[in-house]
Every structure is written in C-alpha cells, then in structure tokens.
C-alpha cells in the first residue's frame, strides 16, 4: 500500500506572550532557525514599567510606614509595663505593626509579579527550532495566551499521512515503511509508523497516521511531500465488520458470535483498530471465518436460539 504524506516535525509549539499588550517587535519571520532562550517579539514595555515603578513606590511607603510603627512600638513599650500609658494604647500599635508586616510582604509579592510581567514582555524560544508560521506582527494588540509564532522543534522528524478508513485497517503500530520525498526521488528512507489516531479526522474521514524517520537527509524540509509505501505485514488480515454489528458490554466493545456447532449465541469482546461512519475495523476478538450478527444486536441475549439464515426466503 503506498499513500501520499509530508514531512513534518515531532514537536510543533505555539508560542504565545504571558501578559497582554501591544508588539512593536517581530524579531524572526517564518523558516528562520532559532536558539534557545532567542528574543522573538517584544510587546511594548511602557505600561509594564510603570507598574514596575508604582510597585515599588507602595513597598518604599509600606517599609516606612512599618518602621515608624515598628519604632512608636518600641517607645510605649517600657510605658505600658509602667503603667504610664493603658495597655491597650500598646496592644493598638503591636496590632497595626502586624497589618503593616503583612501589608510589606503583599507589596514585595506585587513589586515580584510586575517584575516577572515586564519580563514576559519579550518572547524567548522555548528550545531550538524553526519558524514554522507567523500569526501576529508589530502594532497588533494580542491577548495573554494567543498563539503569535508557532515553533518547530529541533529533533526527530516525521512522516503524516492520512489513511483512508477503508485501509486503516492495515496499518500497526511499529510497522515499517519505505519513504521517497518526491524532491529526492532516488533516495529511499526507512521509516516506522510511531502513532496511529483513534478517531478520524471529521471532514476527510481519514486516520492521521505519524511515522518516525530517524535520519532524513540534509536537503529535506518540512512540509515536503512524501510517497511511503507500508511493508506488508506478515500473517495479518484486517477484519471489518458493519459498525451495526457493534455492541457494547458494559464500556467495553463486543460482538455477538454463532458458532457453528452451537445453537446459541455467545459474547465476544473485540478490540477495535478504528471506527468509521459505516464500519468498524477490529484488532482482535475474532478470526476469519467466524459467523458475526450484523443487524438488530441491542435485542439479543445469549438464551434465545437461533439459527444462521443464508438469505433464502422459506
């Protein structure tokens, strides 16, 4: 079986600022390749400074504040314990030296989170890599958390193919494969099939199957097309059955079987390989040749008899 694929990296990151705010630096554009920890974008710093200061500016107030409470304490101290002043004159002070410690501490946390904010002013790279694409750009007002670059990781690189459901069934995992990029014709790369999706893909119904190619060549480049042929696969014949025949046993997938020798039906769970709109495509739990209900499954149980039909009205 041979399908069209593209090359494509293990790890793709999308990259986003911590902090909202206005860029006003793009630093990279799409297919540069980055270091770790490189400046990428910068938001504009302004409001950020500003927080930076007015922080500091309530610490600096909150310190002096605690220090003259701290020393007004001090001073009625030997006064109380002579009786000169009521106790609860002393007790007022120690209770406002307390507000004003937690009150210090509250404003070192704030002057820390808007340090850290006008940090995150500027986007680093997480790793090394490649620009893959650019979503944002200078003058634009971006939220917290939206992507504004999304990074290609430096590392394996991978062959996604998307497998129509009617051969999904052929593909395991572990499976190898024989892999021409179509800009390199004559150069055959052996490749492996490292993760197969469960559920298919809601437009094109088919099943996003990735491949791990260990040593590309140095001319290949992300997004190239790719023709992979799967090696067979000895001893293995996929089985697909109607989904109608599907039933579940509990939260687990089932099918009911007849065996020829018996008059009852009986049970059986089945793994599934993948699921489609009309089919289902099973892993285990039956062998060829056996005799599978099809239709109406949700009204037996393994008590009443029956008996196989060949198609033939009576």
């Known amino acids: 079986m041979t399908l069209s ?26 297919g540069d390749t980055v270091a770790s920890g490189q400046a990428l974008a910068r938001l504009d710093e302004t409001p950020f400074q500003l927080a930076v200061q007015e922080a500091a500016a309530d610490l600096a107030q909150a310190q002096a504040t605690l220090a003259r409470v701290g020393r007004d304490v001090e001073r009625n101290r030997p006064l109380a314990q002579s009786g000169a002043i009521a106790r609860a004159t002393l007790d007022a002070l120690q209770t406002q030296q307390t507000q004003m410690q937690e009150q210090v501490q509250a404003a070192h946390s704030r002057l820390a989170q808007a340090r850290n904010d006008l940090t995150y002013t500027t986007l680093t790279a997480p790793g090394g890599g490649t620009i893959a694409l650019v979503q944002a750009d200078a003058g634009q007002v971006v939220a917290a958390g939206t992507p ?4 290609a990781r430096t590392g394996e690189t991978e062959i996604e193919v998307n497998v129509p459901e009617s051969r999904i069934g052929q593909i395991r995992k572990e499976q190898t494969a024989k892999v021409r990029l179509l800009s390199l014709p004559d150069v055959e790369l052996a490749a492996r099939v490292r993760e197969i999706a469960s559920v298919a893909d809601a437009q094109t119904r088919t099943y ?20 992979v042929r799967f090696d067979a696969l000895s001893g293995d014949t996929a089985l697909r059955l109607p989904i109608t025949a599907l039933f579940q046993q509990g939260e687990k997938p089932a099918v009911w079987i007849l065996p020829t020798d018996a008059q009852h039906l009986q049970l059986r769970p089945v793994t599934l390989a993948a699921m489609g709109t009309h089919d289902i495509i099973l892993k285990d739990g039956i062998t060829p040749g056996e005799r599978v209900v099809v239709a109406g499954v949700h009204r037996l149980d393994s008590t009443m008899p029956v008996q196989a039909w060949d198609g033939r009205l009576p």
Not at 13 to 28: E, H, I, K, M, T
Not at 148 to 151: A, F, I, K, N
Not at 212 to 217: G, V
């Open 5 to 30: 694929g593209t090359l494509v990296p293990r790890v793709e990151s999308q990259l986003a600022f911590r902090v909202p705010g206005r860029v006003v630096a793009r630093l990279v554009d799409a």
């Open 148 to 151: 504004v670059l999304r990074l």
């Open 208 to 227: 996003p199957v990735r491949l791990s190619l260990p040593e590309p060549p140095a001319a290949a480049r992300l997004g190239m097309t790719a023709s």
